[in-house]
């Protein structure tokens, strides 16, 4: 996982795009995509997400991924295992605004994927989306560094189990389990 300079220019990157969000003049294309109960869902990992990771910041982070995920299918192409998710599975990660929220307290955001292959706005198959959970807005992005830094999930990277022998995850740290 090469992250020297670019990190940094990612988290900036990232910190321009929440100021933006939060005042309300978004970037990219503005819908209503994400399921409204996705806290029924499965989460993807029992480890809790309060260390720092580029991209995401130091809050909280809780990883919730749809039903349709159970159909995700996996080839082995050339000793390289591929993983594919099925159309329309959401993957929803809710990021808190400090490491350790109150009980009752909302996240401030949620970054979002939603598989959609068709999407005019799609990366590597999935479209990626940001919700400011105070004022409702869902925005799908068109830049690309979330898109980017996530193809680091198709190597070995620091996160989860580490994909040490460089499966292709399908952009996703944390795999439906
Ligand atoms: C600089 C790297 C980086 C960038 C940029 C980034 N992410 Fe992530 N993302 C991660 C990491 C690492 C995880 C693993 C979970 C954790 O610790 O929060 C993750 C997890 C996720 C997940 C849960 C699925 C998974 O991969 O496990 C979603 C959904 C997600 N990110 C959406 C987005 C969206 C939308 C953007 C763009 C606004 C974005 N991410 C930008 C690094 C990044």
């Known amino acids: ?15 321009v795009l929440v100021i933006l969000l ?3 003049c978004s970037q990219g294309e503005q819908v209503q995509l994400i399921s409204p109960d996705y806290r029924n869902w499965n989460q993807t990992t ?21 039903s349709a995920a159970s159909g995700v299918t996996t080839q082995e192409v050339n000793g390289r295992l591929f993983y594919d998710y099925p159309q329309g599975t959401q993957i929803v990660k809710e990021v808190y605004a400090s490491a350790q929220p109150g009980a009752d307290e909302e996240p401030a955001m949620l970054t979002v994927m939603i598989k959609d292959r068709d ?4 990366r ?11 004022s409702e807005v869902e925005t799908i992005l068109d830049e690309e ?10 190597e070995p990277n620091p996160y989860n189990d580490g994909n040490t022998s460089g499966q292709f995850r399908d952009f996703v740290f ?4």
């Open 22 to 24: 939060v005042a309300g």
């Open 119 to 122: 999407h005019p706005m799609q």
């Open 46 to 66: 029992d480890t809790v997400l309060d260390f720092t990771i580029p991209g995401h910041g130091s809050g909280l982070r809780k990883i919730y991924i749809s």
């Open 1 to 15: 996982m090469k992250m020297g300079t670019p990190e940094v220019r990612t988290i900036l990157a990232i910190f």
């Open 124 to 134: 590597g198959g999935w479209i990626w989306l940001v919700k400011n959970y105070q």
């Open 145 to 154: 560094f979330c898109f980017t830094c996530h193809n680091n999930a198709n």
């Open 174 to 177: 944390y795999p439906y389990r």
